[in-house]
């Protein structure tokens, strides 16, 4: 009884759930980061340099989704994903764009070494660690379709 008295009294009340798109090691102080952060009147550069040191692993330019919870008391707290998996097949594939009649048209062929390649990758992210590897191939196939990419044995 006395430890969820406790964490009750411990835990902050939220103010906001913030969702961006930054690019890895990019955040400035400017649109889109300063606008959403400064409506909340928290620490922008102490985003900045926490996001970027984060990041600097991935290749710059590289879209990064940060789920940032801002707090009452000007604190906040983020998670950094990996991109979406979309980019990652487009990137893959070296397309700019989807297919415009997926289905009808496709854009491009991977390989299931390349879909296997993305599931690593996304299987590191917090929301995807549950996930099987197969589950995760799955749901990149689908999306592969989606945007008129057709997955071949081999190339």
């Known amino acids: 009884m006395m430890a969820t ?21 990019a955040a400035r102080p400017a649109p889109p980061v300063g606008p959403a952060l400064g409506f909340y009147r928290l620490n922008l550069m102490a985003f900045c340099k926490d996001f970027n ?4 692993k991935y290749k710059a330019e590289t879209p990064m989704q940060v789920t940032l919870t801002a707090y009452k008391d000007s ?38 070494r390349h879909v296997y390649e993305i599931a690593k990758l996304k299987q590191a992210d917090p929301f995807c660690k549950h996930m099987s590897l ?6 990149i196939i689908g999306t592969a379709n989606s945007m008129g990419i057709e997955i071949v044995k081999d190339l």
């Open 75 to 112: 604190t906040f707290e983020f998670v950094v994903k990996s991109p979406s998996v979309s980019w990652f097949l487009k990137k893959a594939a070296g397309i700019e764009t989807a297919s415009s009649r997926p289905g009808h048209s496709n854009v491009s062929s991977l390989t299931l």
């Open 5 to 25: 008295l406790k964490d009750a009294a411990a835990r902050k009340p939220v103010l906001a759930t913030i969702r961006l798109i930054v690019p890895a090691g």
């Open 134 to 139: 197969e589950a995760l191939c799955k749901s």
């Open 53 to 56: 040191a984060r990041t600097q």
